[in-house]
């Protein structure tokens, strides 16, 4: 295979490489793959890289780190990251603090008021950081004045992620089929997303654009998680459709390869249905599942947040994944301003016509819209009405709904959720429950279910970590 090509912004100026410290902060049970990413850059220009994943260690470790660089593409991982970086202050306060990743860049106002960040990294953080980490050496023990760069959207020659370093691939989440757990590794094809659904936090940061991996970087990487005992991939893409021939491409040599590897992947609903023909050579090539964003099945709600689909599309891009032997695991927004009792109760019975309760994730039932600041929706003229505070805390904007049983209900669901996350509760008993709660705030006699348990032994395949959001 031909190496990938690397271009690495020398060392000048400076008396000697920094060390640096790349804190990851959650990244859906994933190992993850932006410190990788950013490690390469960076070691291979001659500094000293540690690498911390705060989802399995809990400590920042003491080190006479210059920078330290926390991975932010997560509202969670953010959450984390500011109780780090405040330990980080106390503990190195010499240190160079950056923030890099969507909700970093969001939120870069509440972290430079909190005093939490001396700079703040959009976009394509690579080199942002290699060349920060230039600028730190060369200034010595002098500190660097705060910025917050504006977002890099233009792609460095890459390097093959260093994962060397990183904690083993069996920490994290595997890949679970016919109740048999598989090492699962998480890739990056392409980066950003062409199409600006209005509640995602990466539109405000790409605006539209998305830049492809090269095939040789997605290969060389996959091949060094092959060796590290994966058995199945995630492609890690916003959208894994959203370059169709590039998907192709890199699912086909990834099966000439390796043809027992399997393979999950995301894809928006109308992605799935202008790519009926990719998807039969996904099936072909060891697809097990798509994740998909169907978020709500009320058409306003759809039209609000941009999605590109109608609720007729979501339910007939769950059947041509299904057709193909590929389930859909459907994402799902079902708190929001705009949602009703009677939106609620149609996504429960569409879950129980398709037989979807092991496809659906029991925390999708209880998922409730965020609005970041820097939200294409914190001006959104149909948001606005409905919008509150900045909780500096929360991280987000406060709403409430005009009616009040759907804030009711989202309590008691997200009660149910964590409780069956705690306990690994059944699914299908977590299902009834969810239902027994809608039913009782809506003021409605018990529904009969109307779920077939029996139908499946392990349930459909899927990762055993299941936070989308």
Not at 196 to 223: R, S, W
Request: net charge negative.
């Amino acid at each position: 295979m031909r190496a990938a090509t690397i271009l690495i912004t020398p060392l000048v100026n400076r008396s000697g490489p920094i060390r640096i410290l790349l804190v990851s902060c959650y990244d859906l049970g994933r190992q993850p793959v932006a410190l990788a990413s950013a490690g390469a850059f960076l070691e291979q220009a001659g500094h000293q890289v540690d690498y911390l994943d705060l989802a399995i260690d809990e400590n920042i470790p003491d080190g006479p780190y210059r920078l330290i660089a926390f991975s932010t593409p997560m509202h969670t991982a953010l959450r984390v990251a500011v109780d780090a970086a405040e330990a980080s202050r106390r503990t190195l306060p010499g240190a160079h603090i950056t923030f890099f990743g969507y909700y970093g860049w969001l939120n870069a106002g509440m972290l430079f008021e909190r005093s939490l960040a001396d700079s703040v990294l959009g976009g394509e953080p690579e080199q942002q950081l290699l060349d920060l980490a230039n600028r730190l050496a060369a200034a010595g023990a002098a500190k660097l004045p705060e910025s917050r760069l504006p977002p890099m959207l233009t792609r460095p020659n890459y390097p093959v992620p260093n994962r060397v370093r990183l904690p083993a691939l069996e920490r994290y989440a595997r890949f679970l089929e016919g109740g048999q757990t598989r090492l699962a590794g998480a890739v990056e094809t392409t980066r950003g997303c062409k199409v600006l659904c209005t509640h995602c936090p990466i539109p405000p940061v790409y605006g539209g654009k998305f830049l492809a991996i090269p095939m040789d970087v997605v290969m060389a990487d996959i091949a060094n998680l092959v060796e590290a005992g994966a058995e199945h991939i995630t492609f890690a893409d916003p959208d894994f459709l959203n370059g169709p021939t590039h998907a192709k491409k890199v699912v086909g040599a990834m099966h000439e390869r390796f043809p027992d590897l399997t393979f999950d992947f995301t894809a928006r609903v109308r992605h799935v249905l202008d790519n009926r023909a990719i998807l039969a050579e996904f099936a072909r090539c060891g697809a097990r599942f798509a994740v998909s964003a169907v978020e709500s099945l009320n058409e306003r709600v759809l039209r609000i947040l941009d999605k590109g689909h109608t609720p007729e599309e979501a339910r007939e891009a769950v059947r041509v994944l299904q057709d193909q032997g590929i389930p859909m695991r459907p994402s799902l927004l079902p708190f929001n301003p705009w949602s009703t009792l009677s939106d609620y109760e149609e996504l429960l019975d569409w879950v129980e016509e398709e037989n979807l309760a092991l496809n659906v994730d029991p925390v999708q039932f209880s998922i409730r819209l965020l609005v970041p600041p820097g939200s294409l929706l914190a001006e959104h003229p149909e948001m606005t009405p409905y919008l509150l505070d900045l909780d500096q805390d929360r991280l987000c904007y406060t709403w409430s709904h005009p009616d009040p049983r759907m804030d009711r209900l989202h309590r008691n669901i997200a009660t149910i959720v964590e409780h069956a996350a705690r306990s690994d509760e059944d699914p299908y008993k977590t299902y009834s429950r969810i239902r027994s709660a809608f039913d009782t705030v809506a003021g409605k006699d018990p529904t009969p279910s109307r779920i077939h348990p029996a139908r499946e032994a392990h349930g459909p395949p899927r990762l055993t970590e299941n936070w989308f959001c």
